[in-house]
């Protein structure tokens, strides 16, 4: 008889939650890490089964695995199933999954935000954090510019990598773009970002996740037709340019469903409450895989800049409609 290793489930993602059947097989083990793998479910939906210290997502299943065990240690491989009997988990032949105490974890919204003012100072507290510990890497490089990206601007940028050299021309193109409605332009930006960099999830689709959550998280600009344009040129792009389980993320990023701790991030820096802790929150999310939590804080940064010009354009274009009619502005 073969001896069996019980963990709880603590939580997982909502839109994972959903779709799941009651019973029978979950989905199949593709790639398999230190401390997560990726699964597919029957349907083609991939899922990550993670240690539940790494954090929420809305595709994860956070598992309580002690710190001192890795999955491989587990027996955890390729081509292992993931099976429900109704009750439990089961992965492989030697682990059950307890759902009794599992919690369906969905990301608290931002509805109220803070002045454009009070958000520009707080992006300037993050700033002064994050400049000396910039990595060499990813998009990191272009964070201090993104201010001026947003409007078009394309700055002189030292220590470039092959990666944001290839990214900066793509920036100025796609913010223009969403201001303007310009489909092609958008199109053509965003399928240069794409796909760009290494990576399981390379820096061009983090950039694009963070961009999609933090511009649908704003109240304001989460319904604009520019910001529906940008989630459907992702999603269509990732589904020929990326792999799959960045796809996965692009696709729940573009319903405004990113990881806890982008989510964290950006309650922090647009929320009503001053006393939020911006300094964790950016740590917290700058350590996400190699260059990723890097490249995922650009995208959220650039989706706020953005998203604080367009609400620009649609105060002068209200003030100007008023004026017309005959209504003070």
Not at 3 to 27: F, M, Q
Not at 74 to 90: F, I
Not at 271 to 277: A, C, E, N, P, Y
Request: hydrophobic share 40%.
């Amino acid at each position: 008889m073969t001896s069996r290793t019980v963990y709880s489930i603590a939580s997982i993602g909502a839109p994972l939650a959903e779709p799941l059947p009651g019973t029978g097989r979950w989905g199949t083990v593709f790639a398999v890490f230190r401390r997560s793998c990726y699964l597919e479910s029957l349907d083609g939906q991939v899922f990550c089964l993670a240690d539940s210290r790494l954090g929420e997502g809305p595709l994860t299943m956070g598992v309580e695995i002690p710190s001192d065990v890795t999955l491989g240690d587990l027996g955890v491989r390729e081509g292992c199933h993931l099976e429900s009997d109704g009750v439990d988990l089961r992965l492989g032949r030697a682990i059950v999954l307890q759902t009794s105490g599992m919690s369906t974890w969905a990301p608290e919204l931002v509805r109220k935000t803070a002045t454009p003012n009070e958000t520009l100072r707080r992006i300037n507290t993050l700033m002064n954090l994050v400049r000396p510990l910039l990595p060499l890497d990813g998009l990191g490089p272009i964070i201090p510019h993104l201010a001026d990206l947003a409007i078009g601007e394309l700055p002189t940028i030292k220590l470039m990598n092959a990666a944001a050299q290839s990214a900066v021309p793509c920036f100025s193109k796609l913010t223009d773009g969403l201001i303007r409605l310009d489909h092609e332009s958008v199109d053509q930006a965003v399928s240069g970002l794409v796909g760009l960099g290494p990576g399981l999830t390379p820096s061009g689709d983090d950039l694009l996740a963070g961009m999609l959550v933090a511009l649908l998280a704003m109240p304001d600009t989460a319904s604009q037709p520019s910001v529906d344009l940008l989630a459907r040129c992702a999603t269509r792009h990732a589904a020929e340019k990326t792999n799959r389980i960045s796809f996965a993320m692009l696709e729940q990023s573009a319903k405004g469903n990113g990881s806890a701790a982008q989510h964290r991030l950006l309650r922090c820096l647009l929320g009503v409450d001053t006393q939020s802790d911006i300094s964790r929150a950016t740590l917290e999310l700058i350590q996400v895989g190699h260059t990723s939590g890097w490249d995922t804080l650009a995208g959220i940064l650039l989706g706020i800049h953005v998203s604080l010009r367009m609400n620009q354009g649609l105060e002068v274009t209200s003030a100007a409609t008023q004026e017309k009619d005959g209504v003070p502005a």
